[in-house]
């Protein structure tokens, strides 16, 4: 068997040309086979023809079909984000220049632990992450693979430019990555404040700041500006001036919601956000890139000095003399790929009103869509839409009958709903990041839904 070719180098154009047609038909023939935006049959009828179809995993022989075979396995076999019925979750369709521009750092295959690894794509990360920095008011901004690791982050930087010892305040909105975090760093039990109408209160939160017993560590307070079940954002202004007043520090989670950053017309819902020390950023959301394309904004660039690390095969303090730049001290990660190229192109191809208009036209769906709910006779609302999550179930349902219907469509591969429990109540919830739904892919989802409702 000859030696196979490589991605780059002189032969890799040449290589590459006819995989790559292998993997878009191997994508086309996984859709259809599909036929909607699930597989049918549920988690054991998927496992069964994604095993039959791959077979032995590790063959004594290789098989040159593979790639065709097992592209189209997955297809067939995945959920698919750009069909309109799949709005469970916060997983974006991604845009096509931001995977074509992915499929370039997969063949140069650069790695962000040393400069002499990625030059070029070590000062792109550098200029980019500022410029997105600054739209949310801050500095600077790390490169992270989500939120999950964006809110540990900041938690760690909180800890160390505290001293070493802090406590968390957090609403109980905020997203479940926190207090994970807060017991990953040895933090104490986070104080949870009431969130009774979906986003942190003021004024609870001014009690439970006033009322930890002191001597008393260091608090961060986390705020969320887009809580993962209904898209909802914390009073920002005043949850900023409570922490003045209480000498707290203030992390945003802004996750979900720090894309309406780019939209005219949405961001004034952030007004606040540049008053945080950290801000999560995450554009595999609003953003429309294929994972992962998290950020951790800081105002301090000083705080990132908690992360300095010094590997003399990274790293050397002689080659940091001599002016090639250390960049260990901008993960937690060592090899790290430059995620920052297709974000890079997306802001350079669409600029902030492309990127804004998107974001228009979801959260403008998302209002259509709580308008249809609205006048429909035998669905409820739960509220109107703060960005592009709908939460709605059947009037009179049951909270059983609700898991049932969202069941059901998940089996039939028909529609991919998500579920969030609040008011003590349990919601169908629909996140549009579709920016091509139109209005009859609206009024399909709700006849789904009301097809398999109990009469």
Not at 29 to 43: C, D, F, I, S, V
Not at 422 to 435: A, E, M, S, V, Y
Request: aromatic letters at 2%; glycine letters at 8%.
């Amino acid at each position: 068997m000859s030696t196979p070719p490589l991605a780059s180098g002189p032969e890799g154009k040449g290589a590459l040309g006819p995989l790559l047609a292998t993997v878009l038909d191997a994508l086309d023939a996984g859709t259809r086979a599909r036929g909607g935006p699930l597989p049918a049959g549920g988690p054991a009828a998927v496992a069964a023809r994604l095993r039959k179809a791959v077979g032995d995993a590790l063959p004594d022989h290789g098989d040159p079909q593979a790639l065709a075979v097992v592209v189209r396995a997955l297809a067939e076999g995945s959920a698919d984000p750009a069909d309109p019925l799949c709005a469970a979750h916060l997983h974006c369709p991604p845009l096509a220049v931001a995977t074509a521009a992915d499929l370039a750092v997969s063949v140069l295959n650069p790695s962000l632990d040393s400069w002499d690894q990625a030059p070029a794509a070590s000062e792109l990360e550098a200029v980019v992450t500022r410029a997105l920095a600054r739209q949310a008011g801050l500095t600077d901004a790390l490169v992270t693979t989500g939120g999950t690791e964006s809110n540990q982050l900041a938690l760690l930087l909180a800890r160390e430019s505290l001293g070493g010892s802090m406590r968390l305040v957090r609403g109980d909105n905020a997203h479940h990555s926190l207090a994970r975090a807060a017991w990953l760093l040895g933090l104490p039990e986070p104080v949870v404040v009431p969130a009774p109408t979906g986003t942190l209160d003021p004024a609870a939160l001014d009690a439970a700041l006033t009322a930890l017993p002191g001597p008393r560590p260091p608090v961060v307070v986390a705020a969320t500006a887009g809580t993962t079940d209904a898209g909802l954002i914390d009073p920002l202004p005043d949850i900023a001036a409570l922490c003045r007043t209480h000498g707290a520090r203030l992390h945003i989670d802004a996750a979900y919601g720090g894309g309406l950053l780019f939209s005219d017309r949405h961001r004034p819902r952030l007004t606040g956000l540049d008053a945080a020390d950290t801000v999560t950023l995450d554009l595999h959301k609003l953003g429309w890139q294929p994972v992962a394309a998290g950020l951790l904004a800081v105002r301090d660039p000083a705080d990132l000095a908690a992360l300095h690390h010094q590997a003399d095969y990274l790293s050397a303090d002689d080659d940091t003399e001599a002016g090639l730049p250390d960049l260990l001290g901008r993960s937690l990660r060592t090899t790290r790929r430059p995620d920052i190229l297709k974000i890079a192109v997306t802001l350079k191809t669409l600029g902030r009103h492309g990127l804004g208009t998107l974001v228009d036209q979801v959260c403008d769906h998302a209002r259509a869509f709580a308008a249809l709910v609205q006048d429909h006779p035998t669905l409820e609302l739960h509220a109107p839409p703060t960005i592009s999550t709908v939460l709605f179930r059947p009037k009179g349902a049951t909270d059983t009958t609700v898991a049932e219907i969202r069941r059901r469509l998940l089996t039939e591969g028909r529609a991919v709903l998500g579920r969030a429990r609040i008011d003590g109540r349990l919601w169908l919830k629909t996140t549009f990041l579709n920016p091509h739904t139109r209005p009859r892919d609206l009024a399909a989802l709700l006849k789904l839904v009301e097809g398999n409702t109990p009469a």
